[in-house]
């Protein structure tokens, strides 16, 4: 049963261009969420997919936008990049049980990390 | 807003001997969700323990069990025989229960370091 999945492993980008990363669920699980997280903070939660629409999101701009596939996997792009945004990105993804998120079946990926020079 | 706070510096515990990290939390829903995490440098975030918000009992998952003290809204993880591998950051993290939806807040995390 493989677990949460993330490609690329690592990345670096330029200022300003754009980047796209990925994320496969958990196998039974339908529900995406994005994190970011900076050197020695904690993860801030970015947006969360389920049914294939954003159902909510955190304190991010719009440069952050995201996806997610009929097979439940999800992509976050980012846009204009900065060099704040040099960070480990995270996807959780967990399961819903007749519409409402089950209560504590949140299992994180490796994360992507990305920096920005 | 829902808040966690973790304020202890990194703590060092030696191997085999427990230890407590701390962390309170801040919230005015009366339903929410406590968790703690554990980060090696690996970086993927390992589900350690959960507490429910209207559990009487205090939680247990093996070595780890959650200190869970409502009225003066703290939630510290023991862990018990601490062992080299348990050298990581760990992050105790709330969720409210806002109808189907959910987030993780996170708090700024602990470094633990086990000495042989």
């Known amino acids: 049963d493989a677990g949460v999945t993330q490609s690329p492993t690592h990345l670096i980008k330029t200022r300003g261009q754009q980047v796209t990363l990925r994320c496969s669920p958990k196998s039974g699980h339908d529900t995406v969420s994005w994190y970011q997280q900076a050197l020695g903070q904690g993860p801030q939660f970015i947006f969360q997919y389920y049914e294939e629409e954003e159902r909510q999101r955190g304190n991010f701009p719009d440069r952050f936008s995201g996806h997610q596939f009929p097979n439940y996997s999800s992509e976050l792009n980012v846009n204009a990049l900065l060099l704040g945004d040099s960070a480990l990105y995270l996807c959780?993804?967990?399961?819903?049980?007749?519409?409402?998120?089950?209560?504590?079946?949140?299992?994180f990926g490796p994360g992507t990390r990305l920096t920005v020079t | 807003a829902q808040k966690i706070t973790q304020t202890q510096p990194g703590m060092f515990v030696q191997e085999k001997e427990a230890v407590t990290l701390d962390c309170t939390y801040d919230?005015?829903?009366?339903?929410?969700?406590l968790f703690w995490y554990k980060q090696p440098s690996s970086g993927e975030m390992i589900f350690l323990i959960y507490?429910?918000?209207?559990?009487?009992q205090n939680a247990t998952e093996g070595r780890y069990s959650l200190n869970f003290q409502k009225a003066r809204k703290s939630a510290n993880l023991v862990i018990s025989a601490s062992q080299l591998g348990d050298s990581a950051m760990y992050f105790c993290?709330?969720?409210?229960?806002?109808?189907?939806?959910?987030?993780?807040?996170f708090g700024k995390g602990i470094t633990l370091s086990v000495r042989p």
């Open positions: 919230t005015s829903d009366q339903s929410y969700g």
């Open positions: 993290a709330m969720r409210e229960f806002t109808g189907a939806n959910s987030k993780l807040t």
């Open positions: 507490q429910g918000s209207y559990d009487e």
């Open positions: 959780a993804s967990s399961r819903r049980l007749a519409g409402v998120q089950t209560n504590y079946e949140q299992y």
